[in-house]
């Protein structure tokens, strides 16, 4: 089973960016992967997406704003967040789909207004 570790969140100010990384223990490559994110008192939803063949998607929230991008050979998800806002506050999770892996602890992203 692939284990996945999500990285580089912190605590920024509004307008500023953070790149989080999602690394897996395993080959990704055959994978769509996902950012979610979970805000708090929220569920979880979807902030990005990436096929195998580099086509990517994004909630109407985050669109203009983020740029999820993957690079097979180092089996790792990389999430560009730019212009951030106070909304944007969650813990920040990847994963495959359609058969997701177990659930890595995410990392926690926080813009202060």
């Known amino acids: 089973q692939v284990q996945l570790v999500e990285s580089g969140g912190g605590l920024v100010q509004a307008g500023g960016s953070l790149r989080l990384s999602c690394a897996a223990s395993g080959s990704i490559s055959i994978n769509a992967m996902v950012w979610y994110r979970q805000g708090p008192g929220k569920q979880r939803e979807l902030v990005a997406i990436?096929?195998?063949?580099?086509?990517?998607n994004y909630a109407d929230s985050v669109k203009g704003r983020f740029a999820i991008s993957r690079d097979n050979a180092k089996n790792t998800v990389y999430l560009q967040m730019n212009s951030l806002k106070p909304e944007d506050t969650a813990v920040y999770y990847c994963?495959?789909?359609?058969?997701?892996?177990?659930w890595g602890q995410g990392t926690q992203v926080t813009v202060s207004s």
């Open positions: 990436i096929t195998s063949t580099g086509t990517t």
């Open positions: 994963n495959a789909v359609p058969r997701p892996y177990n």
